[in-house]
């Protein structure tokens, strides 16, 4: 019983859809992420006079870059919730609807 309904359920368009365009997106995000990340460091391995510049007071550049970087990480992580709340959802509920 149970191999029949996962046979069903892969072989449901939406359900391809659901996968193909979940990993596309989540693979963007984590490369954007991984841009960021790593271009944060490599700034701070090449070019640590840039980040050691004072911006007002005693805060130096690399505070608000690396705030921006962790706030880049929410943002990112907000957009795939949106995202997996909307589409990706309604896509869970049709294959659902399917298969009953």
Known sequence: MQADLARKIRSNPDFVELIASRNRFSWTLAILMLIIYY????????????????????????????????????????????RANGSYDELTRRIVKGIR
């Open 39 to 82: 271009g944060f460091i490599l700034v701070v391995a090449f070019d640590k006079p840039l980040l050691g510049m004072k911006v007002g007071g005693g805060i130096t550049l690399a505070f608000p870059v690396g705030l921006g970087v962790i706030l880049s990480a929410i943002a990112l992580t907000g957009i795939y919730v949106l």
